[in-house]
């Protein structure tokens, strides 16, 4: 107590914080937050990549389920078709094979934007692509029962990059689908239209007459999430289910 009331009767003692001290405890939580943000920041990013995956393989399924049910598989819906199949009257020919887009409405799925088109974690729309090959087989009601146990080979192509790539084929040894795919469905990430300064991103939007898509682990300027179906998985999970043969 004699402490304290010598204290409290000292002209020089302050009670509370100076201003440089105040300085120093501000600058110290600015460092500690400026190391913070590119942590919460990558987290983040790592969760909506995590999150758009889970999309893309939810997406798969409902494709596959829909063809299971419908023996063949939906065409990609346009700008205008308000998430419907594009034609929405089924004809087996499809508008934009190549660079169309998820047929939220046809397939049941969201979330949407406001043209009713699937988007992802960044609301980016997902594209979808769907063969074209055999007179349109795949997406003509019961068109696979007459090609799904003959040697294949579809007009779809994932390539691991763009060097080399041409209109309907991938380079030497660059082919991730050795016999085609039916369909590819992809993300394109975080950086949206704003990679196809990437050669690789930009193949994947090259659409008609372009066939070749481009997949590989993420770099600093490609960041798109390419799935893409096995016409022998197709055909399997159609067997399956006792829509083949």
């Not at 105040?22 to 990013?45: D, F, H, N, R």
């Not at 063969?131 to 009601?141: G, I």
């Not at 196809?196 to 999430?225: M, Q």
């Amino acid at each position: 107590m004699t402490i304290l009331a010598k204290n409290l009767s000292n002209p020089h003692f302050q009670a509370g914080f100076t201003l440089v001290e105040m300085a120093v405890v501000l600058l110290i939580a600015t460092i500690l937050m400026a190391g913070l943000v590119p942590t919460i920041s990558s987290q983040i990013e790592q969760r909506q990549m995590n999150d758009t995956r889970k999309q893309l393989n939810d997406i798969q399924q409902a494709l596959i389920g829909f063809a299971i049910i419908n023996e063949r598989l939906p065409c990609p819906a346009s700008p205008t078709s308000n998430g419907q199949e594009d034609p929405v009257i089924v004809t087996g020919t499809c508008t934009l094979p190549n660079g169309g887009f998820i047929p939220a409405a046809t397939l049941g799925i969201g979330p949407v934007n406001n043209q009713g088109l699937v988007v992802d974690a960044w609301n980016n729309p997902i594209r979808y692509a769907v063969t074209s090959s055999y007179a349109n087989a795949f997406t003509t009601q019961s068109g696979m029962k007459n090609i799904w146990s003959s040697a294949i080979s579809l007009d779809l192509q994932v390539c691991n990059t763009s060097t080399g790539i041409s209109q309907t084929n991938c380079a030497p040894n660059s082919t991730l689908s050795s016999n085609g795919v039916p369909m590819v469905i992809f993300s394109t990430g975080k950086d949206g239209l704003g990679g196809v300064v990437n050669p690789d991103e930009a193949a994947n939007l090259h659409g008609l007459p372009f066939k070749t898509f481009v997949s590989h682990d993420f770099t600093p300027t490609y960041d798109d999430l390419v799935l893409w179906v096995s016409p022998n998985t197709l055909f399997n999970r159609m067997v399956a289910a006792g829509k083949l043969p």
